[in-house]
């Protein structure tokens, strides 16, 4: 198992900009492919992102594709996802998600299936 923990989410204007940092800690972090979800108040958890364990793979939902970039550093353990451009409808708790895989290119896009979940860093975007 790896433990994950968020953070850098905040209050911010539309326009502006987040970067938030996904710390892992536990089992050797570059076995894992990392995924970004976030959930806003009444709706599902929905995919944001997700980067293979090699970070040579990406992904974006539409939503923030051309306003978000995903990335890891295996050697500090960390992920991160970099969003710009903020709008009011990219409000809610993102989650850093973590599941082992054998494949140093293959990313996942699904809530299930990731095994590994961080508590959630609240995002709110002013309009």
């Known amino acids: 198992q790896v433990q994950l923990v968020e953070s850098g989410g905040g209050l911010v204007q539309a326009g502006g900009s987040l970067s938030l940092s996904c710390a892992a800690s536990?089992?050797?972090?570059?076995?894992?492919?990392v995924g970004w979800f976030r959930q806003a108040p009444g709706k599902e958890r929905e995919f944001v992102a997700a980067?293979?364990?090699?970070?040579?793979?990406?992904y974006y939902a539409d939503s923030v594709k051309g306003r978000s970039t995903i990335s890891r550093d295996n050697a500090k353990n960390t992920g991160s996802l970099q969003m710009n451009s903020l709008k009011p409808e990219d409000t809610g708790v993102y989650y850093c998600?973590?599941?082992?895989?054998?494949?140093?290119?293959?990313?996942?896009?699904?809530?299930?299936?990731?095994?590994?979940w961080g508590q959630g860093t609240q995002v709110t975007v002013s309009s």
């Open positions: 536990g089992r050797s972090f570059s076995n894992y492919a």
């Open positions: 998600a973590a599941r082992s895989t054998l494949s140093p290119y293959t990313v996942y896009r699904s809530n299930n299936e990731y095994a590994n």
């Open positions: 980067i293979s364990r090699s970070g040579g793979s990406t």
